[in-house]
């Protein structure tokens, strides 16, 4: 089940994704300090798989009692001249919120973290979005989670606005390569030695998130049947027709994708589109 980092304690949460990190990328892992970083770099979006049976907490699920206290604890910040996060009007009207996020200050504790599966996320900030990272614990691959949790963050770039996704990948990672092509992503260049310390080269790859129309046809290469890609966030199960040629078979290993210079990357990825490897 794919869920928002946000419906659980983030110091747990970083630790857990460095905990993976270090397993699955050895060298290139990034540290507790850099997850923590990304997870609060701005215009970021980020998720994590967990098992089916650990629903997270919202604010639905808090007492009366919980509730009064963090209104008070809000009202009392107030008058205190502190500058609170979440005003009176917006704790009462939160009932979707993270439970978290609203409650911390009162001293409401977050849910337990469940088993994190696997994580992933982008940046969007209003031209390309560009996949920072995705990542499937060993004792999870080949279960399609990369698959689920790649497609949701493709339908949810598409509903930001975004015209493109942008990533690298290692140019010996099979399956990686193979789960994007099966996805739509087309190769755009070459990377040499993008990879450090393994100095190893990278792909750079693109799918378009709004295809050119073509007389009264939309150009669409891929669709995904919302059903086959596991339990998503509610809500959302209806909107992941982008990923609807995925097969079901998808062998969902450990993915790495990192974007070093994030703020270069568009003109780098569009000024080697036509690279040839030399």
Same mark, same amino acid.
């Given at each position: 089940?794919?869920?928002?980092?946000?419906?659980?304690?983030?110091?747990?949460?970083?630790?857990?994704?460095?905990?993976?990190?270090?397993?699955?990328?050895?060298?290139?892992?990034?540290?507790?300090?850099?997850?923590?970083?990304?997870?609060?770099?701005?215009?970021?979006?980020?998720?994590?798989?967990?098992?089916?049976?650990?629903?997270?907490?919202?604010?639905?699920?808090?007492?009366?009692?919980?509730?009064?206290?963090?209104?008070?604890?809000?009202?009392?910040?107030?008058?205190?001249?502190?500058?609170?996060?979440?005003?009176?009007?917006?704790?009462?009207?939160?009932?979707?919120?993270?439970?978290?996020?609203?409650?911390?200050?009162?001293?409401?504790?977050?849910?337990?973290?469940?088993?994190?599966?696997?994580?992933?996320?982008?940046?969007?900030?209003?031209?390309?979005?560009?996949?920072?990272?995705?990542?499937?614990?060993?004792?999870?691959?080949?279960?399609?989670?990369? !698959?689920?949790? &790649?497609?949701?963050?493709?339908?949810?770039?598409?509903?930001?606005? $975004?015209?493109? #996704?942008? /990533? *690298?990948? %290692?140019?010996?990672?099979?399956?990686?390569?193979?789960?994007?092509?099966?996805?739509?992503?087309? !190769?755009?260049? &070459?990377?040499?030695?993008?990879?450090?310390?393994?100095?190893?080269? $990278?792909?750079? #790859?693109? /799918? *378009?998130? %709004?295809?050119?129309?073509?007389?009264?046809?939309?150009?669409?290469?891929?669709?995904?049947?919302?059903?086959?890609?596991?339990?998503?966030?509610?809500?959302?199960?209806?909107?992941?027709?982008?990923?609807?040629?995925?097969?079901?078979?998808?062998?969902?290993?450990?993915?790495?994708?990192?974007?070093?210079?994030?703020?270069?990357?568009?003109?780098?990825?569009?000024?080697?589109?036509?690279?040839?490897?030399?």
């Amino acid at each position: 089940m794919i869920a928002d980092i946000d419906a659980f304690d983030r110091d747990t949460v970083i630790g857990r994704i460095a905990q993976l990190e270090r397993k699955l990328f050895g060298r290139g892992a990034w540290s507790e300090k850099a997850v923590r970083e990304e997870l609060s770099a701005p215009a970021r979006t980020y998720i994590i798989d967990i098992p089916d049976e650990a629903v997270p907490m919202t604010m639905a699920d808090v007492s009366d009692a919980e509730l009064h206290n963090a209104i008070d604890t809000a009202v009392a910040a107030a008058d205190a001249g502190q500058s609170t996060p979440t005003p009176t009007e917006q704790v009462i009207a939160s009932t979707s919120q993270p439970a978290p996020a609203v409650l911390a200050r009162a001293g409401v504790r977050a849910p337990a973290l469940p088993t994190i599966r696997g994580y992933a996320g982008y940046w969007y900030d209003g031209d390309d979005a560009e996949l920072m990272t995705i990542g499937v614990g060993e004792a999870y691959q080949r279960q399609g989670i990369a !698959r689920a949790m &790649l497609c949701w963050l493709i339908d949810d770039a598409r509903k930001r606005g $975004a015209q493109r #996704m942008l /990533l *690298e990948v %290692r140019v010996d990672n099979e399956p990686a390569l193979s789960l994007y092509r099966r996805l739509g992503f087309t !190769r755009l260049g &070459l990377r040499r030695r993008y990879y450090q310390p393994e100095n190893i080269d $990278a792909y750079t #790859m693109s /799918l *378009e998130l %709004r295809p050119p129309i073509v007389g009264f046809q939309t150009m669409q290469s891929a669709h995904v049947n919302a059903d086959s890609i596991g339990n998503i966030m509610p809500g959302s199960r209806g909107n992941l027709d982008s990923c609807r040629a995925t097969e079901q078979a998808m062998a969902a290993t450990a993915i790495s994708v990192r974007t070093m210079n994030r703020k270069t990357n568009r003109l780098a990825i569009d000024q080697t589109q036509k690279e040839e490897e030399r």
